[in-house]
């Protein structure tokens, strides 16, 4: 019976099977390419270290630690890794590089890829360097030209391809460049205030297992200000940082189901709506309510259960493509694989959704009764109690689903809630706006205008017209699209931002004190300006509030992290306030001789450890024990290109203490910054400087190959939106035929009927597309100060844009819906619907 009943309506089924179709189909690619990642991160994982420990610290080892590096095995190599200049004398090129020594059989695991093959290990047997292919092809250098580093000069031997755990955009600001480490004193670059990072790295005989090597050495380590990182925290840190990538996809999917759902609940209703005199006839022939209601049931059953499997089809082979999509952003090759849960999954959750969201207009059948074959469509009798405590369950089940299912995607409970949250005041604001629209149609019309006015307005609230599904199907889809639109703007903005014209644009770095005179003299004579030259004094914590770092460790009440005591603080004096900064709360207090010291923390910072004016710290200042007191707290705007710090300290203390200088200026053009650079790597070879317009052009590049991502997302949002909208204006068509038919047969003519449709669609329309924008605004707004740390600024021209194009493409699908009303007679329309 069930498959007899849709013989007429299997095109209209089909159409609300497609809105899961999709759906289905990215969270099987999505979760299919989350499968593939996490088996090549456990399968590389060795790889993606290259040794099975690594010992690391920013300080020279000294005895002491030597010995107990000893205790940890013999089969080891040591690599020190910093940021330099490189000069290319035969173009005379310059560019900032992180230059990394190294001294051993690293890695063990992996491989430096070079061409020739040879130079991976040839490198070392003399001055030669191992250089970037890409650095090399930028500034014309082939293998057996000289480049300069420091004040050593070294013999381009191979071409470096790739590394072990690094990727494309790690090395496009920095580009590595391999030296043997015997040449490392011999460069001159290693001086007081050098950021120098010292490895070794270890091949052990047996597997290190994490929690067995924590409680054996941790304490150990802490005693002597090392740090480690072995294998399995690697792997750890890896499949975070990509599980917090995936998560945005995983939503993203996750709303276009969620649409699609949205698209079967109102395309079920509209259609057991057309469908209530059939099932009251069959009541009228001995049939059960129960037995009307299976029939139905089985249809959308069998309906939902093509579409999962059509979707996850699809899903399987699109994820054969996601790996392109973040070519370069990951470390490693990723091949693709089949996962039979993953495709039950898909098939699994497909399904759920179907029958939930289904089962409510799915109800309403069990309360038609044979009268209703002849009462007027738009009676029907109120819910009793049963079916409202059985709807209301229902609503409990459904959120439940939701909520369960969002945290599986994003593992965190809080996270979860507030998606949920958001989803549901989204719906209900679009609900109410609906309720408004339909409302200010039944009581705003005024006789004196046309007919034609009046009819079209009147369309927003006649029985069947489905304002409100239209209006949140309509409002989702254009808040969804808008949000990624906008938010990708942002993050451009604060790019355009920071590189305007009246912004520095290139900074040194590294500079020594007894080189201040001759460097400023230098960048006098190319007419440069000294935007900021900024004093550096390196330093640790040794005490917070009296608790050192052995008591935080011990006592994990205190929730203090040991990156706290282990980090290098880099703070600067002075006494007063730059632009990027603001006081929050307290003041900045000049030292005097014999009173307190009081400093003056980032607001953002104090805030993450919970701390209070008046707390006490005592640092260590290279040797020195300073104890202070917080201040005040300042705000600090990170995007302004400034020397912006943690720790501000009071001018009359740190003056005498060793330090080394930042200097901040602004080149005129590519040509200018080019010659400038080439005079400081021959004059002052230890200065490091940041080209920041090729900082932000790096920046723009990896925003480029986001954006995909995001746009790819955005298409399968609006493609399940298209769908559910096609899907809500074409089962309300029946409805809208019969009263332009009406018309037709009271003498309107083609053009009237255009006019009333264009009236109802442009107010549609015009509803749902603004309060989309009006909540996209507002939840990108939102992320913009939560997420990206920035100033929201709407984009007015953009708002516009997208409101025309929602309405017209609303305005365009209804009118290509009633196109048979238009070519066709009444009476051929009524006998075909009927």
């Known amino acids: 019976m069930a498959w007899k009943d849709s013989r007429r309506s299997r095109s209209k089924l089909l159409l609300f099977t497609l809105s899961i179709t999709i759906g289905i189909a990215a969270l099987v690619a999505i979760n299919s390419f989350k499968e593939n990642l996490n088996y090549e991160i456990n399968n590389q994982s060795k790889s993606l270290l290259g040794a099975d420990l690594e010992v690391y610290s920013q300080q020279p080892f000294t005895e002491e630690q030597m010995s107990f590096i000893d205790s940890l095995g013999s089969t080891r ?43 991976a290990t040839d490198f070392k047997t003399g001055a030669f360097a191992l250089v970037d292919e890409t650095l090399m092809m930028q500034y014309n250098a082939n293998i057996g030209d000289p480049v300069k580093i420091g004040q050593l000069e070294f013999q381009i031997i191979g071409k470096l391809q790739s590394i072990p755990g690094q990727n494309s955009i790690n090395t496009a600001v920095a580009p590595v460049v391999y030296i043997p480490h015997q040449y490392l004193v011999q460069t001159g670059l290693v001086e007081r205030g050098s950021r120098v990072y010292y490895s070794y790295f270890f091949k052990t005989d047996q597997e290190i297992i994490e929690e067995e090597f924590d409680e054996t050495y941790e304490t150990r380590f802490e005693e002597l200000a090392l740090r480690y990182e072995t294998v399995d925290k690697r792997k750890k840190n890896t499949s975070i940082a990509f599980n917090n990538t995936t998560v945005f996809l995983n939503m993203s999917a996750f709303i276009a189901l969620l649409l699609g759902s949205i698209g079967v609940a109102g395309a079920v209703y509209s259609y057991l709506g057309e469908k209530r005199r059939s099932v009251a006839i069959l009541r009228c022939l001995g049939l059960s309510g129960r037995q009307a209601f299976y029939i139905y049931f089985y249809q959308v059953l069998t309906m939902g259960l093509l579409g999962s499997l059509i979707g996850t089809t699809i899903g399987t082979g699109l994820q054969l493509f996601l790996p392109r999509l973040v070519e370069g952003l990951i470390p490693f090759s990723i091949q693709t694989r089949f996962y039979a849960l993953v495709a039950l999954e898909g098939v699994a959750i497909g399904m759920i959704v179907t029958v939930l969201f289904s089962l409510l207009p799915l109800l309403s059948i069990l309360k038609i009764s044979p009268l209703n074959s002849i009462r007027a469509e738009f009676e029907s009798g109120g819910d009793d109690q049963k079916n409202l405590i059985l709807k209301s369950s229902l609503f409990g089940v459904i959120t439940l689903f939701l909520f369960s299912f969002s945290y599986l995607q994003i593992q965190e409970l809080d996270q979860a809630a507030i998606f949920i949250g958001g989803l549901f005041v989204t719906f209900l604001i679009l609900w109410l706006f609906s309720k408004g629209l339909i409302y200010l149609a039944k009581t705003m019309v005024s006789p004196k205008w046309s007919f034609l006015l009046r009819h079209g307005i009147a369309n927003l609230h006649r029985p069947k017209n489905q304002t409100g599904l239209l209006i949140i199907t309509v409002g989702m889809c254009t808040m969804l699209i808008s949000i990624m639109y906008f938010s990708h703007h942002v993050l451009l903005d604060q790019i355009t931002m920071a590189g305007s014209e009246e912004r520095p644009n290139m900074v040194l770095f590294d500079i020594q004190s007894h080189q201040k005179p001759a460097l400023e003299t230098l960048v006098t004579d190319f007419d440069l300006p000294i935007v900021q030259d900024v004093p550096v004094v390196t330093m640790r914590l040794l005490e917070y509030n009296g608790i050192t770092k052995k008591q935080a460790s011990q006592d994990s009440t205190l929730e203090i992290p040991d990156w706290l005591y282990n980090r290098e603080y880099r703070v600067t004096f002075r006494d007063s306030l730059i632009s990027s900064e603001t006081l929050t709360e307290g003041a900045l207090h000049p030292y005097q001789a014999n009173d307190s010291i009081f400093i003056s923390i ?5 805030e993450r450890q919970e701390w209070e004016l008046g707390d006490e710290i005592i640092f260590n200042v290279q040797g020195a024990l300073m104890k202070t007191y917080i201040g005040s707290f300042r705000k600090i705007d990170w995007r302004r290109i400034q020397t912006n710090f943690l720790v501000l300290f009071p001018s009359g203390l740190l003056e005498e203490a060793p330090q080394f200088h930042v200097l901040v200026t602004k080149v005129k053009d590519n040509q200018q910054s080019a010659t400038f650079q080439q005079a400081i790597v021959r004059q002052f070879p ?11 052009k790096t920046i723009e590049e990896v925003l480029v ?9 955005a298409l399968i949002s609006v493609m399940t939106g298209l769908l559910v909208l096609i899907n809500s204006i ?26 009333i449709i264009t009236i109802e669609y442009l107010a549609l329309g015009s509803i749902a597309s603004l309060t989309g924008l009006i909540t996209a605004h507002l939840l990108t707004w939102v992320l913009s100060v939560t997420l990206f740390d920035a100033t929201y600024s709407i984009d ?38 009927n």
């Open 686 to 696: 230890n200065i490091s400087i940041i080209d920041l317009e090729l900082v932000l």
């Open 730 to 755: 074409m089962l309300s068509k029946s409805q809208r035929v019969k009263d332009s038919v009406l018309l037709r047969t009271l003498g309107a003519k083609a053009k009237h009927i255009i006019a």
């Open 796 to 833: 007015y021209m953009s708002t516009v844009y997208i409101f025309i194009a929602v309405i017209i493409a609303t305005l365009v699908m209804g009118l290509l819906n009633m196109r048979p009303v238009l070519r066709e007679m009444p009476l051929t329309i009524l006998r075909r619907e």
């Open 77 to 119: 190599s040591l690599q020190s890794r910093f940021s330099s200049m490189i000069y290319f004398p035969q173009t005379g090129g310059t560019r900032l590089i992180q230059v990394r020594t190294l001294e051993g059989d690293y890695p063990y695991y992996g491989e430096i890829e070079t061409l020739p093959l040879s130079a």
């Open 705 to 713: 190959k986001i954006s995909f991502v995001i746009r790819f997302m």
């Open 602 to 606: 980032a607001e953002g910072f104090a």
